[in-house]
Each structure stands twice: as structure tokens, then as C-alpha cells.
């Protein structure tokens, strides 16, 4: 007895050190990430000028007098988040509700691993079958010279975002006990009363870590969006105008970037960073505020 407890110790010990270098490890690679995006990123913030760099409106990194104003790519990811999440939030929670309370089980047996398999498609394949199906539809629809745009690229997202809600937003409402639900149905609710009123409260915070998720999803995709929106710096005015996100004005510049262009796209990603930060820290502050309600 004393042998077993004592490796029982032991492995709880080794477990510890383990779990505890390893939290340690992630925390030290964030905070390395950080120092070189503020390194990287704020000599061309100085060199250009914050204001100049932040609500510049002309990107023109290889013109002969260039200019480096990122305020375009800020609206434009701004735009494009919060369109794919007003599309794609309500039909995520709204399929999630109903497979987790109400579909059949056949149903949700065909429908969940289709799920799973649209969460495992690689980005660039989402942005080539936008290009090809979804670019050249908006076009014929809406008699467009050219489908590629803010309003592609706000789809595609919002179809890129469903199986993380999805998927975090069931497992949230299957973990809500049964006992809720049936006290709420012996008290003479309906089932439809009892899931909005009682079982989807209960998953609140679930559910908020799915909106969360699906946010960082939309904010940071790079690959797709610039398959469909045009990648060219316009402001975005109209949704069906080509548009370049912070995201895309790193990628597709880099490869041939030198001197001050190479000191500007690390300032675009320390901004995007500070966006990414700035949109989660509302997120959960609104986010615990209804939780605690």
C-alpha cells in the first residue's frame, strides 16, 4: 500500500513539474512574440509618424515617394469581422442549438462529421472555391465589372467561422445538466421555452467562447481573403469594391519587402496585434458582464 502511494505521489509530482514547465514554456513564446513585434514594429511607426501611419489613407509602399497609410486595411478588417460575424454567429448558434435539442439522430450523425470536415479544410481551399464559384456569381447577380470584394470576402469568412461556433457552441449546450431541463419542462414550459430560456442561459459561457473563437477566426485569416477580395488598397466605400485586410497587406508584400516597406508591414502586424488584443478584451468584458447577469 505504501509503495503504490508513494508512486502515486510520485507521478502526481512528475505530472506537476510537467504541466508547470510547459505552462511556463507558452506563456515565455506569447511573451517573446510580443517583445519582437514591439521591436520590429515601432521604428517605422516613428520614422513615419503615428498619425500618418494610422489614418493615412494612400498605400503606396514601392511608388517613388512612398506612402504608408494603413487606415484602409483597419476599415476594411473591421468591416469584414463584423459582417462574417452578423452572418455567421446567428446560423452557427441556431445550428448548433438545433443539433444539440433537436435534430434526429440520423441527422446529426450526417451533419456532424460534415462539420468536422469543414473545420478541417485548409483556408487556401476555401478561397479557391470562393474565386471560382463565389466571385464570378456575385458578379453575374449583381452586374459587377469584377465579383472580387469586401462582400466576397465577408462570406467567405462567415462560412469559415460556422464550425468553430458550431462545435463549441454544442459541447457547451450538451454539458448543461438534464436536470435543468426537465424541471423547466415539469414546471409546463414548452421544449422550445425551456431551450432559450433555461438550457441556452446556462451555456452562455460556452456559447461566448464559440463568439470569441469565430472573432479570432474572421480577424486573423489571411490565405482566402486574398483569393476573393481583390487585395488592392482601397478604402472600403462600397462592399463590392476590392479591398486589402491587414492580414492580406502582410502577406502578400513580404516575400519582396526591403527597408522601410519590410519596417512598415511589422508595424501592420504589431497593429494587428493591438486589434486582436483590444477586440478580445471587449469581447470578454461584455461577454463576463452578461454571464454574471
Not at 77 to 95: D, K
Not at 167 to 180: D, G, L, N, Q, R
Not at 238 to 252: G, N, P
Request: aromatic share 10%; proline share 5%; hydrophobic share 55%.
Amino acid at each position: 500500500m505504501l509503495n503504490s502511494r508513494k508512486k502515486i505521489i510520485d507521478t502526481e509530482k512528475i505530472a506537476y513539474w510537467i504541466f508547470l514547465i510547459l505552462g511556463i514554456m507558452n506563456v515565455g513564446f506569447v511573451l517573446m512574440i510580443c517583445v519582437y513585434l514591439v521591436l520590429a514594429g515601432t521604428p517605422a511607426i516613428a520614422k513615419i509618424g503615428p498619425i500618418d501611419f494610422l489614418f493615412g489613407r494612400e498605400w503606396a509602399s514601392t511608388a517613388e515617394h512612398p506612402k504608408f497609410g494603413i487606415l484602409p486595411f483597419i476599415l476594411t478588417s473591421v468591416y469584414g469581422t463584423v459582417g462574417a460575424i452578423v452572418i455567421g454567429l446567428p446560423l452557427g448558434f441556431f445550428s448548433a442549438v438545433y443539433l444539440a435539442k433537436m435534430a434526429p439522430k440520423k441527422v446529426r450523425l450526417t451533419v456532424e462529421p460534415i462539420v468536422d470536415l469543414l473545420a478541417g479544410i485548409p483556408s487556401v481551399v476555401y478561397g479557391f472555391i470562393g474565386m471560382l464559384v463565389l466571385v464570378p456569381a456575385i458578379q453575374e447577380i449583381f452586374s459587377l465589372p469584377d465579383g472580387s470584394g469586401l462582400f466576397a470576402a465577408i462570406i467567405v469568412l462567415a462560412i469559415m467561422i460556422l464550425p468553430s461556433i458550431i462545435k463549441v457552441s454544442v459541447t457547451a449546450i450538451e454539458a448543461v445538466p438534464e436536470e435543468y431541463e426537465l424541471g423547466s419542462l415539469a414546471l409546463g414550459a414548452n421544449k422550445i421555452e425551456t431551450i432559450f430560456r433555461v438550457v441556452v442561459p446556462a451555456a452562455r459561457s460556452g456559447i461566448s467562447a464559440a463568439v470569441v473563437l469565430g472573432v479570432g477566426r474572421a480577424i486573423g485569416e489571411a490565405m482566402a481573403v486574398m483569393m476573393v477580395a481583390g487585395n488592392a488598397a482601397n478604402m472600403p466605400y462600397s462592399i463590392f469594391e476590392s479591398v486589402r485586410f491587414l492580414t492580406t497587406a502582410v502577406a502578400s508584400e513580404m516575400s519582396y519587402s526591403s527597408g522601410l516597406q519590410r519596417e512598415a508591414l511589422f508595424s501592420i502586424a504589431l497593429t494587428l496585434f493591438i486589434f486582436i488584443m483590444i477586440i478580445n478584451m471587449i469581447l470578454n468584458m461584455f461577454l463576463k458582464k452578461g454571464i454574471k447577469r
